[in-house]
């Protein structure tokens, strides 16, 4: 056990802070104020105090949940789809979109997406119908933000205390920026019996230099020094940096760039005709239903000529000037008019083909999807696409086959293999799956474009093309189990969270 004259000057503030109000346990900020120092201070010198076996330091991870502002203004008011439901019940114009647009201004598409969602209403002939006849009771989602609000705006939740279902609701709140989460160490500094022991023989706070200055030299005497414990790490900085999602996305972006790849943009909001039936994907397809795509419920007429649109027509319809049967049926252009949120980059890339139909062309592009998909450990509504082409005279699959090798040993992944798959615009088609310690994982889909696919556009050569999931592959580089927690604003992780376990460094 410690003797008195094995302490420093700082030990013994804080073990003497004890017999101010002799209690056993404080709350370092408490035990800061009693020992007249800061709070830093206090914790560093509880940690060496237990080394000692005179302190106990206990700690408690917590998860605060605080409301958004957006969130807040939510909680006292109401959600836009409950909003918009009651314009639907009330008013038989509320079923039009622009009635909708200005009442709830900006917040339109959101509601009209979770009136969706929640089964609250459905879309006909481009009219938003309410699915019940009364406005349905305070959600879970509802109910945890007003309790929030009536906290204060910020409460300490236990969420393993909870049921899965409720643990779902807050995330999908996260994902909506209506909450927010941290996690922070909560401690506890208590005194041990050794400690008590020690007080009560007595201690005696004696002046300690912890820096020589030129005056102390100049007037030299005999004087005690700070004790210096080598072996005790120091306090932690964390360095600012870049998102661990984003560096992967960087990554990327310079291994396609170093592949002699160029990178191009497209816009959210896409027409059914880019999204779809340029890529050959028929009109009676399943993914192109409400259940799977997000409609935004409006039309306008499709940026391209009449030309390509009139060759797009005839492909469907039979064919065109091909050996082929196309889809069959009658083309609609309303159809095809149809915006919505794009729910793979390829109508960025195949659009971009439309307008520079000679080889070479090889590019790529990097973007956010959007698809109606129920929010779980490996699926979410928003996740970002890794998009790209090769266009040019006599490329082969194999060629295919070794750009997409390249790609994937460079993000460190040795072991790929590729199996045969089916997509409507590509043929043939492989879907791409790496080797990790869970064995085999499917992470994409490639293949060389239909000529259903490049004839209407104008491009005469093989098009190579390839659409991979980062989501999925960047759980894999930073080890999650959870693609939400690539999102979650967990500042712990992002401060602990390296770059690419599995690659070079």
Known sequence: MAVNSELTAAEKKVLLAFQRKREREYAPAVLAELADTNEDAVVQTAFTLAKKGLCVVKERRRIYYRLTPEGMEYATDALPERKALRLLLQHESATSVEYLRRALGKRVNIAINWLLRKNWAYIDDGRVIPAVNAEPPYGTDEEILRSLAMAGGETVLEPESKPEPEREVMTQLISRRLLVSSTRIERRIGITDAGMKLLERGLSVEEEIAQLTPEIIRTWKARKFKRYDVNISGREIFAAKLHPYQRILDRMRRIFTEMGFVEIKGEHVQSAFWNFDALFVPQDHPAREMQDTFYLGLKRPIDASEELIARVKAMHEHGGPLDSSGWGGEWSRERGE?????????????????????????????????RRETIDPTHIPEFDQLEGIIMDRGVTFANLLGCLATFYRKMGFPSIR????????????????????????????????????THPI????????????????AMLS??????RDLYQPDIDWLRRAWLFPRSEK
């Open 458 to 473: 104008g491009v005469k050569y093989p098009v190579l093309a390839w659409g991979l999931g980062i989501g999925r592959l």
């Open 478 to 483: 930073l080890g999650l189990s959870d693609i």
């Open 338 to 370: 149809e915006l919505l949120l794009r729910t793979h980059t390829t109508a960025v890339t195949v659009k971009y083909l439309a307008s520079h139909p000679e080889p070479p062309v090889k590019v790529f592009c990097i973007g956010r999807v959007y």
């Open 418 to 453: 590729f199996r045969p798959g089916y997509f409507p615009y590509t043929e043939p088609s492989v879907e791409v799956e790496v080797h990790t310690d869970k064995g085999w994982i499917e992470l994409g889909g490639a293949g060389i474009f239909r000529q259903e696919v």
